[in-house]
């Protein structure tokens, strides 16, 4: 059964940027892009590192530690040394709240 979680507002986030959210002992990226909203884990698949601090530029992200990208739409790895997917959530918007589906 899927439960949506309210995670944000959505001028929490800057375009082009991602915050990070902590929800039942699991963190997550929450992303704002010019195609809208998208959730994955937080953490990148290569060697654990935080993409709170990575480069988002149109749908991807790059992590901070070695430049690894991922489509976030998708969570699907682009480069190296990436070669594990993100996992990624569901999200919908609802009167300026950012909403991410869990379970």
Do not use: N, Q
């Not at 800057?14 to 997550?28: F, K, Q, S, T, V």
């Not at 195609?35 to 992200?61: R, Y």
């Amino acid at each position: 059964m899927t439960t949506w979680v309210d995670a944000c507002a959505t001028d929490d986030i800057d375009d082009e940027d991602l915050i990070a959210w902590h929800h039942g002992g699991h963190r997550y990226a929450i992303y704002k892009t010019d195609k809208g909203f998208f959730a994955t884990d937080l953490m990148c698949t290569h060697e654990e590192e935080s993409l709170e601090e990575g480069l988002v530029m149109d749908c991807i992200i790059e992590c901070p530690l070695h430049g690894g990208r991922f489509d976030i739409r998708t969570g699907e790895a682009l480069s190296a040394p990436v070669s594990i997917d993100l996992k990624t959530y569901p999200v919908k918007v609802e009167g300026g709240r950012v909403f991410v589906a869990l379970g």
